[in-house]
Each structure stands twice: as structure tokens, then as C-alpha cells.
């Protein structure tokens, strides 16, 4: 996908991509258990080098038995950043692995640790460029640019500073998929109505196991869409007067922004903009662009982690570019119906500057 105009998909193929699911990439609790851990060593013979994760399987011998296994690693657009091709690993190559084992009994195992002649493979680095710090992008007629303008290098905001959502000046531990360290500490991520917060504490209890994004696939929508490794655009269609959000965890999913109170359809929903994103209004404040979205549907989760909302969910959130580089994101959560107040989380997205935004299909690849 390149952008070499204000809007580069067609309207076409936003058409044809609306009702296509996203992402399933998903938490590791889910699928492998960390209380059994298991060491293989063999031979590979295969690489699936698919969305979304990367399987590579191998030859484990045992006594006159050889057995076949699946040693499943991050999607192939992370490990690509982190330097790693499909032929990094070839059929004949010896590696060891040491991983944990799949939670239904399979010969399948997460690849915590894969070595090929005691060097490390496929493996993920943690650490991120430094963002530009040159100035931020405008229009010609001055207004801030969201993302590339016409005629500008490709590129897309990625690398989220926080990948779960926690109310603003909360300290919960919790891995990067939303999962607590301590499921009492459920009632302190956010201010939480009695019946919600069963459901988050269930949700938990199950290692995220019922989310509709992995097991249905269902899209990121509400706020989860801008916690995605994989990278969002936000394309400005300023003949119009909307903004694209495009999302890169889903099968080319977007949602509308629409600008200055426009109107935007019914509430109930239509073809053209489904519920997993919500009905939205735009308009800028100085230099930021805020957002008011509502009319979400419940038949998704909007964080990782599996905080609940209902559809009396509204959102106001909150896109100031303060630097080529840097965007500053917050959310204001308004859900009566599960919490017992407003609340606000907010992070930051790092500009990938000169690339295409990565395409990610949700497929079933051994999930």
C-alpha cells in the first residue's frame, strides 16, 4: 500500500474491506501454559512463515519414534522488524527449543527460546527507534497533518508507549496482552461497577481466553485499534472533511472520522461503518483533533485485557502531533452502563516514517 495521494485506498477497496475481521494475534496465556514448560531438540522441517504467527515445525526423535512439532513465534511483520526472513531457518537445520507447551495437550509449544547451533533465531528486540524530533508536519494552509501529506513520504504510527489500558496515574502490573500479574488488583485498573468487574476478574481468571478477537476474530474496535504493534494511518480526506483510520491489525479494516458535527448515518449502524468503531465526530481544538464516538456494540473487547463496556460506551479521544515523530493519544471513557465514572488512559505513537503500514490477515494458521 502506498501513499502517494491524500487518500490512497480507493473507495472500492474500503468497500470490499469493511466486512472483513481483524486481527488474531493473540495472548500467549490463551493458547500455552506457563506452568508447563518443555525443552525439543530436532530437525526443522518446515517454516509457515504466515500471519498471524510464524510456525516452524520440526522433527523431535524419541527412542524409534520421531514425532512431528509445531514451535510457534510472533507474526512474521515482527520478526521481520527484528531482522529475521522465512529462509532464516530452513528444513534440515538442527535447532533446540524451549518453550511452553500448548494448553489442549497438541505437539505445539510457544518458542520462548529457538537455537540453531547455539546462536539465538527469530528472535524479538524490545527496542524501537528514536522518534524525529523535527517539526510537526502541516497543510498548506497551516493545520496540523495526521499523517502523511499529499504527495509525502509513505509511513504510519506504530510502537505504542503502553499496549493495555489503565486509568491515568494507576500503577497495575500486567503483561503487554492486558493479563494481571495479581487478578485482585482487577478493581484498581479502572473505576469499575460491581457486575464489571466480575466480568474483567472472570475474563482474567480465563487467561483472556474468550476474546472475541482471537477466537472469532473479530476487530480491535474503541481504543484497542491505537494499541496495536502493527500500526494504524490516519488519512486525511480533507475534500470531504473526514479522516480514515486505518488499521493495520485488521484485514484492512477503518472507521470515519467524520468532521464538524456532519451527519453520519444512523446510530443503529449501516454497511458502510460498522459498530466495532462506533459512530464518530471530529474537530480541532488549536492542534489537537478531538474525537466523539458512540454507538458501539458490546460483541467486542475495546482493551486488552478484556475490560468490559456497554453500548451506552462513549468515547472522546483526544490525536495531538507534537513532533514529527511523536503523537499523543487519550481517552476519555464514558460508559455508565459498567463504570461508576468518566476516566481517562492516555500513551503515545511513534511515527514509522518512509514505510508501507504492514498488512495483516486474520487467518486460522494453527490457532
Known sequence: MKIRSVLPWSLG????????????????SAKFDSAKETTLTGIVTAVDWRNPHTHVFMNVTRGNTVENWAVEL????????????????????QINVSG????NGTRQVWGENVTKGGTAVYTVSDARPAPSTEPTPRWPDGTVAL???????????????????????????????GLLTNVNDAAKVAPLQPWALGIYKLRQERQLQDDPMFINCKPPGGPRQFQSELGVQLLEDKENARVFALVGSGNRNYNIIYMYDR?????TGDDDNPLYYG????HWEDGTLVVNTKGFNEDFWFSNGGLPHTDLLQLEQRFTRTSKGTMEYSVTVNDPGAYTRPWTASWTLQWVDGEEMPVHFCQNNRQ
Open 74 to 93: 510472533e507474526s512474521p511483520i515482527i520478526l521481520r522488524q527484528s531482522g529475521w526472513a522465512a529462509d532464516s531457518l530452513k528444513p534440515g537445520d
Open 263 to 267: 451527519q453520519t448515518g444512523l446510530v
Open 13 to 28: 477497496a474500503l468497500a470490499l474491506s469493511v466486512t472483513a475481521a481483524a486481527f488474531a494475534h493473540h495472548p500467549l
Open 100 to 103: 511452553m507447551l500448548a494448553r
Open 279 to 282: 459512530r464518530s465526530n471530529g
Open 147 to 177: 499523517g502523511t501529506t499529499g504527495g509525502g513520504q509513505d509511513g504510519y504510527w506504530s510502537f505504542p508507549s503502553e499496549t493495555v489500558m489503565v486509568e491515568d496515574g494507576v500503577n497495575v502490573p500486567m503483561d503487554k496482552y
